[in-house]
């Protein structure tokens, strides 16, 4: 089955840097890749996800970069803010012989300092 | 609310005690999907629904675990004769159908005394 390892475990950066969580899976037949956030005791939040026919995909500070070869994925996060503080998980699927069942990194703790 | 909803958000039971929890998806979503997520760990999959067919079940999913969806509505998630280790947050989440994002609830919280 799938494997999906996540790093760093915990990233801590000053507001208004970035932030970069790196992802790797295992199945080359994964073809969705979406980013979760996840507030202390709340619902994990789609914030962003990426389709295998694509390579980059933006949306205001957030953006995420596909590398199939290598099987690996990005989350970047510009013009860090506190309220980004939060656990994120990256997550990989397929839809033939998947289900789309969503396989999950281990998550990163971001902490964004003032 | 539109969104997903779990009832009973926190439960806490006596080994080999049974409990059931129930999701309600996202209204017209065919998809249904639970989860079991422990402490610091990502979600796990356990088992998906389309409509009301159970498509797949995890191996994480023993013979004490049993889902329904009965008219491919709402959810329920059972468990026998629970353990210690079957304490964790239980997540549900829906999509619209295949390849779509997948929207998850707030999840129950099981602990097993």
């Known amino acids: 089955g799938e494997n999906v390892e996540q790093h760093p475990s915990t990233l801590s950066v000053q507001e208004g840097d970035s932030a970069v969580i790196k992802c790797t899976y295992s199945?080359?037949?994964?073809?969705?890749f979406p980013w979760y956030k996840q507030e202390l005791g709340k619902r994990p939040q789609l914030i962003i996800d990426i389709r295998s026919n694509v390579g980059e995909k933006k949306d205001q500070r957030i953006a995420v970069t596909l590398n199939k070869t290598a099987k690996h994925f990005s989350l970047h996060i510009t013009e860090t803010q506190p309220e980004d503080s939060a656990v994120y998980f990256c997550?990989?699927?397929?839809?033939?012989?998947?289900?789309?069942?969503?396989?999950f990194g281990t998550g990163t703790q971001l902490k964004v300092e003032l | 609310d539109t969104g997903v909803s779990q009832d009973p958000r926190h439960k806490i039971t006596k080994r080999g005690q049974n409990v059931t929890f129930r999701c309600d998806p996202i209204s017209e979503h065919n998809r249904l999907y639970w989860y079991r997520q422990t402490l610091g760990q990502g979600p796990e999959f356990l088992t998906y629904?389309?409509?009301?067919?159970?498509?797949?079940k995890s191996r994480l999913l023993s013979d004490r675990f049993s889902a329904e969806r009965p008219k491919g509505s709402f959810s329920t998630l059972e468990i026998q004769r629970t353990e210690q280790g079957d304490s964790a947050m239980y997540l549900c989440?829906?999509?619209?159908?295949?390849?779509?994002?997948?929207?998850f609830g707030p999840g129950t919280r099981l602990l097993v005394l």
């Open positions: 629904f389309q409509n009301e067919a159970q498509l797949e």
């Open positions: 199945d080359s037949a994964s073809n969705y």
């Open positions: 989440a829906s999509s619209l159908g295949p390849g779509q994002i997948q929207y």
């Open positions: 997550a990989a699927s397929r839809e033939s012989g998947g289900g789309n069942k969503l396989t």
